[in-house]
């Protein structure tokens, strides 16, 4: 990507060996290695442009407005249920959830524009594994908190409420897929999802829901909100894609908030090696 400074490679196994020396010793032991020299060479975006333009339809569907519109949204006490197919269901508080580390990732959404984001979170692979999904679990449905009292937006009828979202079991168990509870080493705003979202970093932002009150294990592939809206703009895979326009943004660039230049826009948004094998032998195409 062009607006990322190239580092030499000497450089980087130097920072690799400090990197690596460090955890050894125990110095960095909350930031896991592999996204600490991966997100080395990436530029953070400025904590605030990416608290300052959201899109949260729950509060206002003015990107600028969002974070004041939230300010008043109480994010505690919160409940986070897992149910449906799994041995174990669960209801969980926010003091109980998985330990969080550092993980800083590209965020890429449909609209054009991106981000670079240290978030605070855990895999959503270890709150599942909790829940004990059964062998008939083939997909993972997550819905978001409907609280029109709070969220003024859900007064209006702008999209069925509540907001919903799907993943695959597989690529829910995936360990780039989290649920972040923080960003820049704060708490969650609310604007960006307090108290918990997820964040699946090879697929458009609209799959990382906000806001989560309950993720359900289920055997078919779940209705989506913007793919039940629209499903010929919202596929549900929805993997960054610059092959597939959407009909109304190619998505062959994108503009890094805060930036003026576009820049070219990555498979699976930079993630290729991690996570194509998952789509082996589909046509991304058709699935999009
Ligand atoms: N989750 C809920 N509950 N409601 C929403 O409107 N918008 C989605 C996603 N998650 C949305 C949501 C879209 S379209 C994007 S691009 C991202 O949140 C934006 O996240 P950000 O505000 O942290 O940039």
Not at 15 to 41: D, H, M, N, T, Y
């Amino acid at each position: 990507m062009k607006s990322q400074p190239i580092t030499p490679e000497h450089m980087i196994n130097t920072r690799r060996e400090f990197i690596r020396k460090a955890v050894q010793a125990g110095l960095l032991s909350c930031l896991p290695l592999a996204s600490v020299s991966a997100a080395s060479k990436l530029k953070i975006t400025d904590e605030a442009k990416a608290t300052r333009y959201n899109n949260y339809y729950e509060f206002s569907t003015n990107k600028k407005f969002v974070h004041i519109i939230a300010k008043d949204f109480k994010p505690e006490p919160w409940t986070l249920s897992i149910e449906g197919l799994v041995d174990n269901p669960l209801s969980i508080s926010l003091a109980s959830l998985p330990q969080a580390a550092t993980h800083i990732l590209r965020f890429r959404c449909i609209e054009g524009w991106s981000m670079i984001v240290p978030w605070q979170g855990f895999e959503l692979a270890k709150l599942l594994e909790l829940a004990k999904p059964t062998s008939a679990a083939k997909y993972v449905r997550f819905e978001s908190i409907k609280r029109p009292s709070e969220m003024i937006g859900q007064r209006r009828n702008t999209l069925p409420w509540p907001y919903s979202e799907g993943l695959r079991l597989d690529e829910a168990m995936h360990p780039l897929t989290l649920i972040a509870n923080g960003m820049y080493g704060k708490p969650l705003p609310n604007q960006n999802g307090a108290p918990l979202r997820l964040i699946v970093p090879w697929k458009y932002g609209f799959k990382s829901i906000k806001a989560i009150a309950k993720i359900e294990l289920v055997a078919e592939q779940p209705q989506t909100t913007w793919n039940s809206v629209a499903p010929a703009e919202y596929g549900f895979y929805a993997n960054v894609n610059p092959e597939v326009p959407h009909p109304r943004w190619s998505q062959r660039r994108e503009v890094p908030l805060g930036e003026l230049k576009k820049v070219r826009t990555l498979p699976f948004n930079g993630y290729e090696d991690q996570v194509a094998h998952l789509y082996k032998g589909m046509d991304l195409s058709k699935h999009f």
